[in-house]
Structure formats: C-alpha cells, structure tokens
DNA sequence: TACATAGACTAACAACTGTTAGTTTAACTT
DNA sequence: AAGTTAAACTAACAGTTGTTAGTCTATGTA
C-alpha cells in the first residue's frame, strides 16, 4: 500500500465534495480549501478542474469494464453472472463511494471524454441484458421484459454509493446476501 | 386545461434544462435563451433562479406526500399498498420527468426549504417502511432486512424518470405490470 | 383618445469563476 | 555548502454569474 501521492489525495477530496454539491457548484477555491492551501497552488499537481473529473469517472467506468469482461468470460450459468454482477457493484461501491457519485450525477459534465463514457456505459448495459436474454432462452429466467429487469437491476446497484456508506463493513457481507434475494428471486423461475 | 401562465413556462423549461446539465450549471442566460428572452426579463416572472427549483422540487415532493397520505389510508395487504405506491412513482414520473429530475439531483441546493424537503422525503420513506415491516409481520412479505428492501425499491422508483421518456404511451401499463412483477414477487413470499 | 399594464429591452453592478505568471520557502541531493 | 526541486504563496487576468434599475412598446381598458 504506497503513500498516496498529492494529486491522488486531491482526486479524492475533489471525489467528496462533488459527492456533496456537485461538480459544477464545487469551485477550485473550495476544493483548494478543503486541502488547506490556496487554489492556485493545485495547479503545481492537476491540469484543470476538467481532468479531476476525467480521472474519477473515467477510472472507475473502467473498473465496470474490466470487471465485466471477467464475468462474461465465466462458464456458469445465467444467474450465476448476475450473481458476480451485483458482487462486482458492492465492491467497487464500498471501494469508492464518492467517485460513484460524481460517475452517477456529473458525467455530463465530461468534455474530451465524454463520448468514450457513453461508449463504455453502453457495452456494459447491453452485456448485462445479454445476460438477462440468455438466462431467459435457457428457462433459468422469467420471462419479463428484459429491458424493464436491466433497468430495475442497474438502477438499483448504481444507487449502492448512496447507502453502503451508512452500513457498518462488517454487515457489507448481509447486504450482499439481502440483495442477491431481492433482486434474483424476483426473477428467478 | 387552463392556458400556462409564463411563470409556469419558465418553471417547465427550467426543469428541462436543471435535467440535462443540472442546476448549478444551468445560467439565467441559458434559460432566458431557451424562451427566446434576455435574462433580465425572467425577473418580470419570477422572484429568484432558488425559488424556480424550489417550486419544482417542493411541488413534486408534496404530491409524493400526499400520494402517501392517501395509500396509508387503505384498508388493504400490505402488497397491495406497494402496488399503489409503484402506481404512484410511475404515475408522477411520467407527469412530469423534469421535475423529478432536479427533485432528484439538485434537491441539495436548496436553500430556505432544504429542512422541510428532507423531513418531506425521510416521512415517506418510513411510512414505505412500515407498510414493508407490516407485511413481515403478516407473514405476507418474506423476511428479508425491510432496510434492503425499501433502499431497493425507492431507488428503482426513483429513477423512473430516466426511464420512462424512452417508453411509449401505449406501453406504461406494460411498464407497470413487469415492474410490479419485478418488484413484489422477489419479495413476496 | 387617454391611460394602465404586461412584458420585453439595454446597461450595469459586484461577486465569483478557472487559470496563469512569477515568487518564495523549505526539504532533499550532491 | 551549494544546488535542485517540490510545493506552497501573492497577484492578477478575462470571462461569467445572478440580479437590479430604469426604459420602451404593444396591447387591452376606461
């Protein structure tokens, strides 16, 4: 575990505080006093305003990818994956809660790699309602709407930054246990 | 139908854009621009950009209270009373989508009315609490953490706004029957 | 016709925005 | 001891922000 370096530790107080207020209300004085010093002087460790928002989003939408891609390579079935899907949003959640949220609420405020953004976002939708349409051609799945059940499921565990930070580390394993209930059983055939 | 006034226009076309970009990010000179009028002249309407969100966000959060009120005075099951509550989240989101928008992510920058939104939306969540831990004792609702349940529920409901505008009409009674489905029997025991 | 009103306009404000330039200071390296 | 560097500082910039004051114009009413 190296020593976080200046520009990590304001990526991460610029994480906080966007969380709170929002990347456009959040201005370089904030962010500067929030690191005890002048906002000038964050320039000797960041490009712009602009690229601490690209670092955190774009970081941790690579981490879904990532993680994603590992999933879809398994050989298990249908509801296994979902399984590691939720798994996978419960970790990143708890890793980085506050870059979730800038990644939930201020992705349009990305310029340069906005498109890129999309890009991945999209791919990781259409493998999860992969997932769901396989599950539901092998009988492991209802037959609901797919998309309604992408929808229900994403939403759920991309609003997980706004609750894990509430429950204590050690009930992290229940609520994974809780989760896995409610969102797959209410599918499950 | 009453013709709208251009105060409620103002309000309308802000909603939309507070949606896109957010409220902080959004100018008055964006707005004024997007009714074809100078800035100057939204102050011939209304008093503030902070009482603009105010009446979109408390006006949304009062119907949900109310919505609330009414569902709490039921004599029905505990499962028939979350139906009317998905009833409910559907019927506002497709009302009005804009609104529900900044409701949801702009609700912190509030300022006079901040206290009252959040006693508004913490009430509504308990009384969703109740009714789920109601069932739990009725046998009629899985013992599952009533904790999980509510945050996996509101937070689907929730973002029925992002969801709904892509739907045709004719299709939200289908919505509704896959996202009840979706929502109760995982849940239902 | 005379008048009142609604609703647009221009001009300006003080405060705040992200960012740059140039300087100082204290800690490591040789 | 001398030199280098990391990282803070002050000062300032040009542009943008919400908002106010005062003015003009068309429409409806007496």
Redesign the pocket.
């Known amino acids: 575990m190296k020593k976080e ?2 520009k990590q530790e304001i990526t991460r107080v610029a994480a906080k505080l966007f969380k709170e207020k929002g990347y ?1 209300a ?5 962010l ?1 006093a929030e ?11 960041i ?4 690229t601490i928002l690209q670092n955190i989003i774009i970081t941790i939408a690579e981490d879904f990818t990532n993680g994603m891609q590992a999933i879809t390579s398994l050989e298990c079935s249908s509801l296994q994956k979902l399984e590691k899907i939720i798994a996978l949003h419960i970790k990143i959640a708890t890793t980085n809660a506050n870059g979730l949220a800038a990644l939930n609420s201020d992705w349009m405020h990305l310029k340069h790699k906005l498109d890129y953004y999309l890009k991945l976002r999209q791919d990781y939708e259409n493998n999860v309602k992969h997932i769901i349409q396989n599950g539901i051609a092998k009988h492991e799945i209802k037959n609901i709407d797919p998309d309604v059940m992408v929808f229900s499921m994403l939403t759920t565990l991309r609003s997980l930054y706004l609750w894990i930070p509430k429950k204590e580390i050690a009930s992290i394993e229940d609520l994974k246990a809780s989760l896995t209930k409610i969102l797959l059983t209410g599918i499950n055939k």
């Open positions: 370096t200046r456009t959040v201005t370089m004085r904030d500067a690191m005890g010093i002048k906002a000038a002087s964050l320039y000797n460790h490009d712009s305003k602009q």
